[in-house]
């Protein structure tokens, strides 16, 4: 069952080149994320009792992460049909990226090897790349190389993060095994130096990829120069993939008693990032680039979360869960006020309410869910970590958390609301002809079904997604906390 999450994407990637229109093209992308989304939805039914091979299986961390994208990128291939025009780029080229990035993204995902985890991380890497380039500009051509150039600095010291735990393995087995699971139940005679120094790599390394603060230079220039639908996947999908690559290493840190050395750095680079959101919020004045770095803000709150132990990760768990829904949003909405406004600068969109009440009101729900208002989930998973922090006196912790969080709530929404309310400038375009109506369905049912789902998921939280956050939850803590139940057969971090 999971190698069908990483083989019918590159079915129809491959679909996408060998097919003669660009309407069989776009189905094509279509298609291939409904079929995805299915065997997805297909696998939460089966559960977790399917064969485990030495570098594949469903387990609840990974199972939670490629759902998550699993949704956004079928949400993004309808938005796609409704925002693509002419291209610059080869429409081959693009939607067969877009669905090898999420074979990529579902490999990194359902890895149980270190090595194959890091090669699908730099394949996701690579076929997010051309995404970026397309409109085939000088300034896309520079956000491209840097986030390739950012990406390659960081992958390669995740690299070296891999090669220290090796190490650490090496000393005390004659055969080497690099399956993390493997790692978690011998993870008492790991070498700690090499641990501790393989995950400060690894941190760092996997860090620059998800966006954490100082790495994170690459994702306002790419998130504003890449097309929105492409942003929303790399905020909300291409972190995941990175975050989950921590998370592994984190595992093996916890089952090695190392959990108070690891959780202090997650905290630091947490509180790192929340901080570099706050300074270049206050003041920007390009929407897209602010949206960028709520980005690195609601990474820093995720790896704080896990960093704060137990309460801690089942809020980071709820937090990566909305993260992928109102980012969404967010950027879905972006690409439509770029088809109303012509332009991504603050100042010159205003009055969404009133020229277009249906994108104004969604984009006003965003803007709400992503500045964690209730009955948002972010507001419940922030809250969490504020008990969490409090729970293990972390006061110093709590106090930055805080303040950090409200200067970024008073520049983004200092920044945003003139965008909704007010008069709309003169001589604005409206949108007219039927395809063109059509085209705004196809954008804005993407953008309202993900709100709807950011809305209900906060309000009330159904009894499966409760207990796969928990399990997910549950697989980050020491085996001592840990609960076997939330652990598949044959993939048990329990000794």
Request: glycine share 10%; hydrophobic share 55%; proline share 5%.
């Amino acid at each position: 069952m999971h190698v069908l999450l990483i083989v019918v994407p590159v079915i129809f990637a491959a679909a996408c080149i060998a097919l003669p229109g660009p309407r069989l093209r776009l189905a094509s992308l279509v298609l291939g994320c409904a079929a995805h989304l299915g065997v997805t939805i297909w696998s939460w039914s089966a559960g977790f009792g399917g064969k485990v091979d030495l570098f594949f299986g469903i387990e609840p961390l990974g199972h939670l992460f490629v759902s998550l994208m699993s949704v956004l990128f079928a949400a993004t291939s309808v938005y796609f049909v409704g925002y693509h025009r002419k291209a610059l780029l080869s429409q081959r080229i693009f939607l067969a990226c877009m669905l090898a990035l999420l074979a990529s993204l579902s490999a990194v995902c359902l890895s149980r090897h270190l090595g194959v985890l890091w090669v699908a991380m730099e394949t996701a890497s690579l076929t997010a790349t051309p995404l970026i380039y397309f409109r085939l500009s000088a300034r896309s051509l520079e956000a491209t190389w840097k986030f390739l150039l950012m990406n390659s600095v960081g992958i390669a010291l995740a690299l070296l993060g891999v090669f220290c735990i090796a190490v650490a393995a090496s000393e005390t087995e004659p055969v080497l095994s690099l399956v993390w699971s493997d790692l978690i139940l011998r993870a008492g005679e790991l070498n700690v130096v090499w641990l501790r120094a393989g995950f400060l790599l690894a941190l760092v390394g996997f860090g620059a990829k998800m966006g954490l603060s100082p790495l994170h230079s690459w994702k306002p220039d790419a998130y504003g120069e890449a097309p929105p639908p492409v942003a929303a996947l790399l905020s909300g999908g291409m972190t995941l993939g990175a975050f989950i690559g921590i998370l592994r290493i984190l595992q093996i840190c916890s089952a090695a008693g190392l959990a108070d050395f690891a959780g202090g750095w997650l905290v630091v680079f947490g509180l790192l990032s929340i901080a570099t959101a706050a300074v270049f919020v206050v003041g920007n004045n390009d929407y897209r680039r602010i949206f960028a770095y709520t980005s690195v803000e609601h990474m820093g709150v995720m790896v704080i979360g896990v960093g704060l132990g137990h309460g801690g990760s089942y809020a980071s768990m709820l937090h990566a869960l909305h993260n992928t829904l109102n980012k969404g949003v967010l950027f879905f909405m972006a690409g439509f006020f770029w088809r109303l406004y012509k332009s991504n600068r603050v100042s010159d969109v205003r009055g969404a309410l009133h020229h277009h009440p249906v994108a104004g009101v969604l984009f006003l729900g965003g803007l709400c869910a992503t500045c964690g208002l209730p009955p948002f989930g972010m507001f419940f998973s922030e809250l969490g970590i504020v008990f969490a922090a409090a729970q293990r006196a972390q006061w110093w912790v709590l106090g930055l958390f805080l303040l950090t969080l409200c200067i970024v709530f008073v520049g983004v929404m200092t920044a945003m609301l003139p965008m909704v309310f007010g008069p709309p400038p003169e001589k604005l375009d409206s949108v007219r002809g039927d395809e063109e109506r059509w085209r705004s369905i196809a954008m804005l049912t993407p953008a309202a079904l993900l709100l709807l789902a950011a809305f209900v998921f906060g309000a009330y939280q159904p009894a499966f997604l409760r207990d796969a956050l928990c399990a997910a939850a549950a697989t980050l803590q020491p085996p001592a906390t840990a609960s076997l139940a939330a652990v598949p057969r044959g993939m048990e971090v329990l000794p």
